[in-house]
């Protein structure tokens, strides 16, 4: 499976922030939900993966990319830069960005928002390959070369290096969405939202 965008320049913008302020709270549990069952359902496929990142990749969009088994980029950026907005990338996705960049690269890069740039992506290790032009296709090669091998070794390494994680995130699921609901509407969370959704207003 490639996953690509429709758009030149986006990959996946991230979650939709008017989900989070000021939330329904029946809804934001929810929400979450949802999008822990996109990590767990991507990550954890039995299916290779490629990620053709032909645009800018943030937050869930980098999420997105990180879940698949290789990733290919032609421009934009990508990172996982929740601090910016006044909240946190999640424990369990954040490990995996620890686990993809190193420790103390992923701990200034969480903590600053960091977004890097195709070159920079690929110098981290963030992706694997940089196209520049007809990344569809490229990704569409890479694909081929993992389907090329044995599907019964090919998801038994998927499992060996992948179901930890997954079995740690079903496990703290419901705390997880918990911790998350509880600091999303905190008032300084709220505040830090509304103040971003603001300043993006007055970009347009």
């Not at 000021?22 to 949802?34: T, V």
């Not at 359902?41 to 032909?54: F, H, K, P």
């Not at 620890?98 to 690929?122: M, P, V």
Request: glycine share 6%; with cysteine.
């Amino acid at each position: 499976m490639v996953l690509c965008s429709s758009l030149d320049t986006i990959f996946c913008a991230g979650l939709d922030l008017t989900e989070l302020y000021k939330p329904d709270a029946d809804r934001l549990p929810k929400f979450w939900e949802s999008f822990q069952q996109v990590y767990i359902d991507l990550y954890g496929s039995r299916l290779a993966t490629v990620a053709a990142i032909a645009g800018h990749a943030p937050a869930a969009g980098c999420m997105l990319a990180l879940s698949c088994d290789y990733r290919i980029m032609s421009g934009g950026s990508i990172g996982l830069n929740e601090s910016k907005l006044g909240i946190v990338a999640p424990p369990w996705l954040a490990k995996q960005y620890i686990d993809t960049i190193g420790h103390r690269r992923a701990e200034l890069a969480l903590s600053l928002g960091t977004l890097y740039d195709y070159k920079e992506a690929l110098a981290v290790g963030l992706v694997d390959d940089v196209q520049r032009a007809n990344i569809v296709a490229h990704a569409k090669k890479q694909a081929a070369e993992w389907v090329r091998i044995p599907p019964e070794a090919r998801v038994a390494v998927k499992q060996l290096t992948r179901k930890a994680q997954i079995d740690r995130l079903l496990a703290t699921r419901e705390a997880d969405t918990e911790h998350f609901c509880s600091f999303v509407t905190s008032e300084k969370a709220q505040r830090n939202l509304g103040a971003y959704l603001e300043s993006m207003k007055k970009k347009k």
